[in-house]
């Protein structure tokens, strides 16, 4: 058999499934890198997306060094190229009060906000795993806001605020628990 110029005779070896890591303004924010290291033992390719506020909370360069990727977290110019693939699937960490509510009411005034409206509609599995005080928890709004989530297929993490937080049970890793069947979905 001749090969033709620029195909190989071994099939490309499949490529990663594409987690887009979603972080939100929050004190822990800082600490994602915890998702990203975790995803990426666990053969994910990551990149990640910041709502404008939260970029004041994380270590952009050392994140971009680790993912190979720049953070989105402004719309970009028609005509510009994507700089992230298309995502196999989305980890919302941590999320806000603010961002859920918005989500669960289809608000996209941000990047990350349009891209996890537009997720519902592309069928992209989502997990988010909220972070917030125990005051907003009780806000009308936010169990409205996760039952609304959970009516889209949305999974949601187990962390339970308690009074100011608690960063000690705060498990990055369970949003790869959450997403476990899209990792190994073929593309």
């Known amino acids: 058999m001749t090969e033709q110029p620029g195909l190989s005779a071994q099939p490309e ?18 600490d994602v890198g ?4 975790a995803a990426q033992e666990q053969s994910w390719d990551v990149g990640v997306v910041a709502t404008p506020q939260a970029l004041r909370f994380i270590d952009a360069e050392a994140i971009e060094t680790r993912t190979g990727y720049p953070i989105r977290s402004a719309w970009r110019a028609p005509g510009d190229p994507r700089p992230l693939p298309p995502a196999d699937a989305i980890a919302v960490a941590p999320a806000t009060f603010n961002t859920i509510n918005k989500w ?6 941000t990047l990350a906000l349009g891209i996890l409206c537009e997720a519902y509609g592309c069928g992209i599995p989502t997990a988010v795993l909220p972070y917030l005080n125990a005051a907003q928890a009780a806000h009308p709004a936010y169990p409205r806001s996760l039952e609304r989530l959970r009516e889209m297929g949305v999974l949601i993490g187990s962390y339970r605020p308690e009074g100011g937080g608690g960063t000690d049970r705060f498990r990055w890793e369970e949003a790869l628990d959450l997403l476990a069947p899209a990792s190994r979905r073929p593309n």
């Open 34 to 37: 915890e998702l990203i290291t």
């Open 13 to 30: 070896p499949p490529k990663k499934p594409f987690l887009y890591v979603v972080v939100c303004a929050s004190g822990i924010a800082g």
């Open 104 to 109: 669960a009411a289809g608000i996209s005034d």
